[in-house]
């Protein structure tokens, strides 16, 4: 019996040193947990543009030294002039008729970064004035222990076929 056990409890701890030790791949593992708050997390994004909550928009950015910002066909900005920007556009916002990410991709790395791709269709009212937005816009995110945060974006606009 003592030795059925041993043998037993040796299998058991093999199997978990096995499993413990299997080789996290960064680049091509799912990581469907993180895939799932990233969506949520740009879920509430959204909300926050569609609500006008632009505290709560700003507070899904990381800003920092090391924050980017691509838009426009303009040099590189960070965080302060982005922050401006969205508050300046998005404050400016009477209605949103329609905010749509198509296309929408997340790949996640190592299990905190994540990568989110998409075409916008977004319909914006500024008073009378209904803005097309239709670009092609990458959201990099990192996870802190505040949950997931925007620490680059880059927007350029989506070449339509006729």
Do not use: C
Request: glycine content about 8%.
């Amino acid at each position: 019996m003592k030795a059925k056990l041993t043998i037993t409890l040796i299998l058991v701890l093999s199997m978990f040193y096995t499993n413990s030790n299997a080789q996290v791949d960064p680049i091509n593992d799912e990581f469907p947990k993180a895939k799932q708050e990233v969506m949520e997390t740009f879920g509430a994004v959204a909300q926050s543009i569609m609500d006008g909550d632009l505290d709560k928009l700003i507070s899904f950015h990381h800003y920092g030294p090391k924050f980017t910002e691509f838009k426009n066909g303009e040099p590189r900005n960070g965080g302060e002039a982005n922050e401006a920007h969205e508050r300046g556009t998005f404050g400016a916002v009477t209605q949103v008729v329609k905010f749509d990410a198509k296309d929408l991709q997340i790949a996640v790395y190592g299990g905190d970064v994540a990568n989110v791709t998409f075409h916008s269709d977004f319909h914006l009212k500024f008073g009378d004035d209904l803005v097309v937005v239709n670009d092609q816009i990458t959201l990099l995110f990192v996870k802190t222990k505040n949950g997931w945060k925007m620490v680059h974006e880059h927007h350029s606009p989506l070449k339509t076929s006729h």
